[in-house]
């Protein structure tokens, strides 16, 4: 079940997932992916938007099909395919993932993953914004500080790797999947918050919601769907 093929790219489009989507309800094979050189209306989770330089971010969207019972585990494999690919693309980098599916290096953002699924049309969309040649001053005032760039690689290259990673990624089992997330945890032990709650992050149960150890002392586990964090 690989991914790359067939491989749809656009100079320009609102938003690969859009693109992906219509290719999906369309009857497009599992392993489509669509890219694009720039966004106009790129989307990132829980309504907000996400941005790129033209021709500096890899805009990646594939698409997943048939949807199956084991594929609840996409949202923490996808990160993790996403992880090894900019790895390999630049050894320096050690990526962690924070939940539900960020994915950080050194505690700036290098990559985010939008999944949209249908269930009932049994198909997913996976979408892939990683930052790849964007330098700091490019990024907007308000993610300087918090936003980083896989560096001198070429965007070709990191959308043929992360085809390779997530063929890997998302044929592996439930265990495999959350102990390499595990592994990456970069909200273990950190103090979290969200609109109705706070604690300490202690991993995630073996559904991948997140788990926090709340002031009384309980342990409580969190959808994604439920949650947005406010702070970490
Ligand atoms: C997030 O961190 O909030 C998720 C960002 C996902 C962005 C990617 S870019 C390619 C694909 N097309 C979109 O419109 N969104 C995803």
Same mark, same amino acid.
């Given at each position: 079940?690989?991914?790359?093929?067939?491989?749809?790219?656009?100079?320009?489009?609102?938003?690969?997932?859009?693109?992906?989507?219509?290719?999906?309800?369309?009857?497009?094979?599992?392993?489509?992916?669509?890219?694009?050189?720039?966004?106009?209306?790129?989307?990132?989770?829980?309504?907000?938007?996400?941005?790129?330089?033209?021709?500096? *971010?890899? =805009?990646? /969207?594939?698409?997943?099909?048939?949807?199956?019972?084991?594929?609840?585990?996409?949202? =923490?494999?996808?990160?993790?395919? +996403? @992880?090894?690919?900019?790895?390999?693309?630049?050894?320096? =980098?050690? @990526?962690? +993932?924070?939940?539900?599916?960020? $994915?950080?290096?050194?505690?700036?953002?290098?990559?985010? %993953?939008?999944?949209?699924?249908?269930?009932?049309?049994?198909?997913?969309?996976?979408? +892939?914004?990683?930052?790849?040649?964007?330098?700091?001053?490019?990024?907007?005032?308000?993610?300087?500080?918090? #936003?980083?760039?896989?560096?001198?690689? !070429?965007?070709?290259? *990191?959308?043929?790797?992360?085809?390779?990673?997530?063929?890997?990624?998302? &044929?592996?089992?439930?265990?495999? %999947? =959350?102990? *390499?997330?595990?592994?990456?945890? &970069?909200?273990?032990?950190?103090? %979290? !918050?969200?609109?109705?709650? /706070?604690?300490? #992050?202690?991993?995630?149960?073996?559904?991948?919601?997140?788990?926090?150890?709340?002031?009384?002392?309980?342990? $409580?586990?969190?959808? *994604?769907?439920?949650?947005?964090?406010?702070?970490?």
């Amino acid at each position: 079940m690989t991914f790359g093929k067939p491989h749809r790219h656009y100079r320009q489009t609102d938003s690969t997932n859009s693109r992906a989507r219509e290719l999906a309800a369309a009857g497009a094979p599992h392993g489509t992916v669509v890219t694009a050189s720039e966004q106009t209306a790129g989307r990132g989770r829980q309504g907000r938007t996400w941005t790129a330089p033209p021709n500096k *971010a890899l =805009l990646y /969207s594939a698409i997943v099909r048939p949807l199956e019972e084991r594929h609840v585990m996409l949202p =923490l494999a996808v990160p993790l395919a +996403v @992880c090894e690919a900019a790895e390999q693309l630049n050894p320096d =980098l050690a @990526c962690k +993932v924070k939940w539900p599916n960020d $994915i950080h290096v050194d505690g700036r953002k290098l990559s985010g %993953v939008l999944i949209e699924a249908r269930p009932q049309d049994g198909w997913a969309v996976i979408g +892939v914004g990683l930052n790849v040649a964007i330098a700091e001053e490019e990024f907007p005032e308000e993610l300087r500080e918090t #936003a980083t760039s896989l560096g001198e690689v !070429g965007i070709d290259s *990191a959308r043929k790797a992360l085809d390779v990673r997530l063929t890997k990624w998302l &044929a592996a089992g439930a265990d495999e %999947v =959350l102990a *390499a997330w595990r592994e990456r945890d &970069a909200l273990k032990g950190r103090e %979290v !918050g969200w609109d109705g709650g /706070s604690g300490v #992050a202690d991993g995630v149960d073996d559904r991948g919601y997140l788990v926090v150890v709340t002031p009384a002392g309980d342990r $409580i586990a969190v959808g *994604a769907g439920e949650v947005h964090l406010t702070r970490f």
